[in-house]
């Protein structure tokens, strides 16, 4: 019979039983179900619900579930149907009555709530820390190449010159960004649901201010149909966990153009490549190709949760059983990909003369080249057409704009002095970008000190 079969006068169809079952995905969550009970049977104990010798029985029994769970001697099971009710079953079992006693004043709509928010918690904890970490394999390759000139893109051509340092840099920016909605996802999640009952709060006398500190929670939800309906948090984390898969998705396609023959700027070490199975010349960057195909997924997981949730009116219902699913799988995904992700980054070679020689074709100094003409007082707009008309005549003669003679040079302008080569060598066109947030060796100091105070800053 099970814990809710008091109404039921048959016994559910093994179909219904095995379609209805979630142990399957949510028994994951057994320790933060027992840390939950033990909060629970605490509060009742202290309250005088139940008699303190049934709270001590309780806490002691839950304890020794836990201990066998987590070492293999219990077993959960789908004729229990989730965590919550094999939990109930395995402490009744130790402890006889006593175990009946502490699902008095709480529902498990309540305690599915308050187990999830404790478990994604612990996730958002871990995974913040993986961040960290590949910020800092992005760290140890900027400090190296912060004179490494290399063109910068827009429409994936070839644009201005900036230094791989500032590029790495941009990422590691925007997992800043990432740590941040991860953060605020937890600050807005730590509230603490139980005591909501299943859906109208109960009769007994209980404290939730007492369970929700002895869980870590800030406060207790305010209302208690929101506190077993809500999956806002959940939904809030797979958005943030989807952007931070665009941003590695975004890098895993820089990653895949800069190790194929055609850019050549850098090479990825043996440990984080594949080969093929046919043609024995083939180092495959499987490891950003699978970041960027999982991307799709985490996406995927989001689009469920909030297409599960769209039209559910208050309270609780069973269509949330599908949020455990899609926002375990988006975790585990992140949490796989982040740590690969950033031993690909560490062990990966960068080719610096390959990047300069790509610099150095492209014009990416023909801006420099009009801001020196405007420097000398020509008007910009005049100085962008002068240089757009070197630009012409080089490309048709396969030269650079520093392979222009003076004489050249002057007979579109009178302005070009002997100081224009300078202007126009692209190590000096990334030096003078010294504005804040650039290229310059000194931004990218700048950029990368305060880098490593955030690190330490969210590592607290």
Known sequence: MKLWGGRFQKETDSLVNDFNSSIQFDGRMYKEDIMGSLAHAAMLGHRGIISPEDAAAIDKGLREVLADIESGRAELTSDNEDIHMNVETLLTAKIGDAGKRLHTARSRND???????????????????????????????????????????????????????????????????????????????????????????????????????????????????????????????????????????????????????EFKFIELDDGYSTGSSIMPQKKNPDVAELVRGKTGRVYGDLMSLLTAMKGLPLAYNKDMQEDKEPVFDAVDTVKMCLPVFAGMLRTMKVLPENMRAAAGRGFINATDCADYLTKKGMPFRDAYTVTGRLVAQCAAQGRTLEELTLVELREVSPLFGEDVYEALKLENCMALRSSYGGPAVEETSRQIRELEEFIKEHQA
């Open 111 to 261: 305690q599915v709530a308050v187990d999830l928010r404790l478990y994604l918690r612990h996730e958002i904890a871990a995974i913040k820390g993986e961040i960290l970490d590949l910020q800092g394999a992005i760290l140890e390759q900027a400090r190296q190449h912060q004179n490494t000139v290399m063109p910068g893109y827009t429409h994936l051509q070839r644009a201005q010159p900036i230094s791989f340092a500032q590029h790495l840099l941009a990422y590691g920016a925007m997992l800043c960004r990432d740590v941040g909605r991860l953060e605020d996802c937890g600050r807005r999640m730590n509230e603490c649901p139980l005591g909501s009952g299943a859906l109208a709060g109960t009769t007994y006398p209980i404290d939730r201010w007492e369970t929700a500190r002895a869980l870590g929670f800030d406060r207790p939800m305010g209302n208690s149909l929101d506190g077993v309906s809500d999956r806002d948090y959940a939904i809030e984390l797979l958005s943030a966990l989807s952007t931070l898969m665009m941003h590695l998705s975004r890098f895993s396609e820089e990653i895949i153009l800069w190790c194929s023959w």
